[in-house]
């Protein structure tokens, strides 16, 4: 009995790492897949515009141009870009914060009419996507309220589009706090308010740090929804706005080697701002999707 034991459990151990070696095949592939782009896009910014149009796929550069960097600075105003970029993405942070934070928690604590409804609706929204058809209303929208003339507009409806899927994922951490803490609160005198605010915001910050870094990255990525608002403005251009216009830089031909060195600047602040928020970020994702 003992040896047959020993030889099934030898069996198991070799289909586990086995399995365990399929899955780090696949995930290496997918890593590779998704860095080779960036990988890319940072090693052709010190290539030449001619070997960047003629050199295919290769990755290193015959001799690394740092000038790319300088032109691309200069020429791309990225110094008032990178403000504007800055501003959008932490206006969009703090307005999704705020929002998805107190709506998490009512719909988490607070019994009301229509609760499942509305909670449900907002849900289904996180699989509809209007597009592009949208914005002409939202800018007309913006023009009658006074709002475009400012990145105020855009910090609004970039913030809005993702709110149900931020309020789905505080929800799923919500339901993983024990209410025997807003019970224990409320008999200390907290209202509904102060339990939100002492209580529940200092257990919420794993979820909350996830969505920070998504709202921001999603407010640093935007494109087409700052490029329709400030087409007429274009001191509120936002980088990845500008970076684009960086294609036009040369003399009678794309300038697609000060294009990389533009996109690989803009890489850098989504970068440091995960490394700082990684561990909150991975936590926050795992806890909230325990239960929902």
């Given at each position: 009995?003992?040896?047959?034991?020993?030889k099934?459990?030898?069996?198991?151990?070799?289909?586990?790492?086995?399995?365990?070696?399929?899955?780090?095949?696949?995930?290496?592939?997918?890593?590779?897949?998704?860095?080779?782009?960036?990988?890319?896009?940072?090693?052709?910014?010190?290539?030449t515009?001619?070997?960047?149009?003629?050199?295919?796929?290769?990755l290193?550069?015959?001799?690394?141009?740092?000038?790319?960097?300088?032109?691309?600075?200069?020429?791309?105003n990225?110094?008032?870009?990178?403000?504007?970029?800055?501003?959008?993405?932490?206006g969009?942070?703090?307005?999704?914060?705020?929002?998805?934070?107190?709506?998490?928690?009512?719909?988490?604590?607070?019994?009301?009419?229509?609760?499942?409804?509305?909670?449900?609706?907002?849900v289904?929204?996180?699989?509809?996507?209007?597009?592009s058809t949208?914005?002409?209303?939202?800018?007309?929208?913006?023009?009658?309220?006074?709002?475009?003339?400012?990145?105020?507009a855009?910090?609004?409806?970039s913030?809005?589009?993702?709110?149900?899927?931020?309020?789905?994922?505080?929800?799923?951490?919500?339901?993983?706090?024990?209410?025997?803490?807003?019970?224990?609160?409320?008999?200390?005198?907290?209202s509904?308010?102060?339990?939100?605010?002492?209580?529940?915001?200092?257990?919420?910050?794993?979820?909350?740090?996830?969505?920070?870094?998504?709202?921001?990255?999603?407010?640093?990525?935007?494109?087409?929804?700052?490029l329709?608002?400030?087409?007429?403005?274009?001191?509120?251009?936002?980088?990845?706005?500008?970076?684009?216009?960086?294609?036009?830089?040369?003399?009678?031909?794309?300038?697609?080697?000060?294009?990389?060195?533009?996109?690989?600047?803009?890489?850098?602040p989504?970068?440091?701002?995960?490394?700082?928020?990684?561990?909150?970020?991975?936590?926050?994702?795992t806890?909230?999707?325990?239960?929902?």
């Amino acid at each position: 009995m003992a040896r047959e034991e020993r030889k099934t459990h030898a069996v198991e151990s070799k289909k586990t790492k086995a399995i365990n070696a399929v899955i780090f095949v696949l995930l290496a592939i997918l890593a590779a897949l998704t860095a080779y782009p960036i990988v890319y896009i940072v090693l052709g910014s010190f290539k030449t515009n001619s070997e960047l149009v003629s050199g295919g796929l290769k990755l290193l550069p015959e001799k690394f141009v740092l000038d790319n960097y300088i032109q691309a600075w200069q020429m791309g105003n990225f110094s008032r870009y990178t403000i504007n970029s800055l501003v959008l993405s932490f206006g969009v942070m703090f307005v999704s914060l705020f929002v998805t934070s107190m709506s998490g928690y009512v719909f988490a604590r607070k019994e009301f009419k229509l609760k499942k409804l509305i909670y449900n609706s907002m849900v289904m929204f996180m699989f509809i996507n209007v597009g592009s058809t949208a914005l002409r209303p939202l800018f007309e929208l913006a023009v009658k309220l006074h709002m475009n003339t400012s990145l105020i507009a855009v910090i609004l409806i970039s913030a809005g589009t993702s709110q149900a899927t931020y309020v789905f994922l505080i929800h799923g951490f919500m339901n993983t706090v024990p209410k025997e803490l807003d019970e224990a609160a409320k008999m200390d005198g907290c209202s509904f308010f102060g339990i939100y605010w002492r209580v529940i915001l200092p257990v919420l910050k794993p979820a909350l740090a996830s969505v920070a870094l998504l709202s921001f990255r999603g407010g640093w990525n935007e494109y087409i929804l700052p490029l329709i608002f400030t087409m007429t403005n274009e001191k509120l251009r936002p980088l990845t706005v500008g970076v684009v216009a960086l294609q036009n830089a040369g003399d009678g031909a794309a300038a697609w080697n000060i294009l990389f060195a533009g996109s690989a600047i803009s890489i850098i602040p989504i970068i440091i701002v995960y490394m700082f928020a990684s561990k909150q970020f991975m936590g926050g994702m795992t806890s909230g999707a325990v239960k929902g």
